[in-house]
């Protein structure tokens, strides 16, 4: 399969690559000096706006499209005007020229469950109530709908995923209010002292990079098909207390010397904090999986 990559150079974006070793892939992202240098990989710098850098991308057309290009959260509200033209704007543009180069290509679009905004205290399932709070999270919810839009009138076979949180990410400025998740990994490695913005009984939605990536590759090579009807497909993750990710975080590095703090953000409590239990049902009979376990998600965060 032929299989265009928005965002390949982006901490997921360079994961899905490696679970596309098998397929004929073109990598676009502004930079891509960290993507790995294999026969299969056709790189295309330049930045997803510019209709040039798609036309090169597309000149010999595409089996499928995994979009992950985004302007996330923080960032996002800081700048709304970058943030819509790449979010909404880049992402029309995409669909319109998978459609007009491929045969009705797979079109994979990574959304997330920032599309609910605040959470209900009861299990939340793939129909939940969506009432985004964030920009990033109205962009999502609005693209979802194009999406599915595009697939009705046969242009695409598109799928959104509703992703979680995913750990570790690297060290470095991210745009991404759920950062300190992440950060968490690392200071705790280096033994650096740490406040963490929510309580010590939040409990938040996570995955591993590798889990998320095999997700990813598997809607895209063509194993899953989308259902219109049931809307998109809100992804298995665990449900993880903070403090216990802590705790199997220190117990699995061995020891630790680092200080955490807990100080609880209002804001990044309600939106990171307060994750009911989960239930993805209709993602696990559609094939895709979750980490096994608090342990396994240290793991492969580690």
Known sequence: MR?????????????????????????????????PDTPNITKVEGDLRDLDVLLKAFQNGCDAVIHL???????????????KSVNVDATMALTDIAAKTGECPHFVFASSIAVFGRLP???VIDDAPTHPTMLYGSHKLMMESWIATQTRRG??????????????????????KSAFLSDLFHVLREGKDFTIPVSRDATTWLCSVKTAAENLAFAATGMVKSNLEDGPVLM????????????????????????????????????????????????????????????DLVKAGL
């Open 69 to 83: 290009a985004t302007v996330p959260g923080g960032t996002a509200e800081i700048d709304s005007t970058l943030a």
């Open 155 to 176: 242009e695409i076979q598109g799928i959104s995923l509703r992703l979680p949180g995913i750990i570790a990410r690297p060290k470095s400025p991210s745009g991404l």
């Open 3 to 35: 299989i265009i990559v928005t965002g390949a150079g982006g901490f997921v974006g360079r994961h899905v690559l490696k679970e596309l070793i098998e397929h004929d892939v073109v990598a676009i992202d502004l930079n891509l000096k960290h993507t």
């Open 236 to 295: 298995p993750c665990q449900c993880v207390n903070v403090q216990e990710l802590e705790q199997e975080i220190r117990r699995q590095l061995g020891s630790s010397p680092s200080e955490v703090r807990y100080s609880m953000d209002k804001e990044l409590q309600s939106i990171f904090g307060e994750h009911p239990e989960v239930r993805t049902l209709k993602a696990q009979s559609m094939g895709f999986e979750a980490d096994s376990s608090l342990k």
């Open 121 to 123: 205290s009861t299990p």
